[in-house]
């Protein structure tokens, strides 16, 4: 297929003559996505148009509008129609499966009569309709089988070199009561240089027996030959991992760290000083430097704050573990949980429009279709470069 750059392109779909860069890629992608249409159309019905066909297995019925939302901004599709209206270009399953799981969340809201005016308003504006009951169930059983499967996958087909572990809160109504729900997280960072959510697990709370139910869950899997794993200090998780991960390294999040030794002091002047004092420990080129930056910022805060530098000697080796690891290039992305941190700022624009979800399921299906819609995301980049690697593949992974 051969794209020219003129006109034609954005008129062929009523849109009007392409006035830029952008509008030409919007007109290429809208072409390229509308031929893939039809031809999987084509092939839904075993004939082109007019054709004689013994294969045939159903008739066109025209057109419908339908709008998608890509990186080069919406484009208008018209997507073909058979009789009998079984046809639904598996296209839209990628990019949508999170507003399905977001649209039978608020539903299901509204039938249970947890809903306000607002969500009715909400599934309207999103479905363009409301949708009946059996359209809903559909939706949900549909949603629900494909997250069972992804969140009970085996891993055990690929080394997840590093991990980074976190945890978000939801308010999910359970027993009569509005509570307070732990959604946990683990990102792998497998051998090949991929990253990926590797389940979507939940929990009254971060608690060893949370912690433990998800490593647990890994192992079982398949999940072995971890060399590093990210998270904050929460006590259970570190036991829990210990447990199930004895011979992982960890590495304590410096951006959490920062936090706690920044609340344990008052004034500004103070404040700046063990800011700069920690961020200059953990700009260190080797552990051993680290560690000796380290004693000198204990040693100059003995005097004035005597608790804080105790805390800070007892405490702070626990951040320097991503010194050690062999490539310089992945240090910068395993001393913090930020990468899991950006999903999750993502996780709660989402969950934000339903507030309060009606039950745990519910939750589960909306989380774990935006985690499979992230991790389609990232097959289409590589997160890490090997030295191992052959040196063409860290050639092809550097310019990508």
Partial sequence: MTFHPNATLGQ????????????????????????TIQSEFD?????????????????????????????????????????????????????????????????????????TR??????????????????????????????TAWRTRSLGGKRYRYLVI?????????????????????VGIGADGYREHLGLWTGSSESLESWGAVFRDLVDRGVQGVELAVSDEHLGLVQALKRYFPATAHQRCTVHYLRNAMAQV???????????????????????????????????LQKPLPKLADWLEETAHETLTF???????????????????????????RSRVVRIFPNEPSLVRLLGALAIERN???????????KDDHPAQEKLARSA
């Fill in 376 to 386: 389609d995301q990232w097959l289409e980049r590589r997160y890490m470069v090997f």
């Fill in 166 to 186: 976190d945890a978000h809160y939801e308010r999910v109504r359970r027993e009569g009561h509005v509570l307070s729900t732990a959604v946990l997280w683990v």
């Fill in 323 to 349: 010194l050690d690891v062999a490539q310089p290039q992945h240090r910068r992305l395993l001393k913090t949980t930020n990468s899991i941190e950006h999903d999750h700022a993502e996780v709660r624009r």
């Fill in 43 to 115: 092939a839904f019905l075993g004939a082109q148009p007019y054709e004689r066909s013994d294969g045939r297995r159903g008739w066109r019925n025209g057109y419908k509008s339908r709008g998608l939302k890509t990186r080069v901004g919406k484009i208008e599709l018209s997507v073909p129609q058979d009789r009998e209206g079984r046809f639904q270009p598996s296209l839209f399953e990628r990019y949508e499966r999170s507003e399905k799981a977001l649209v039978a969340a608020l539903i299901e809201m509204y039938v249970q009569g947890v809903s």
């Fill in 118 to 147: 607002k969500v009715s308003k909400i599934v309207e504006r999103l479905c363009g309709h409301m949708i009946s009951a059996s359209a809903v169930s559909s939706i949900t059983k549909k949603l629900d089988d494909e997250v």
């Fill in 266 to 300: 008052s004034t500004p002047e103070r404040k700046q000083e063990l800011k700069e004092g920690l961020q200059d420990v953990w700009a260190a080129p080797t552990r051993e430097e680290a560690d000796e930056r380290l004693q000198r910022l204990v040693q100059r």
């Fill in 12 to 35: 062929s779909s009523g849109q009007g003559p392409v006035e830029g860069p952008e509008d030409l890629l919007r007109a290429m992608v809208q072409r390229l996505v509308q031929e």
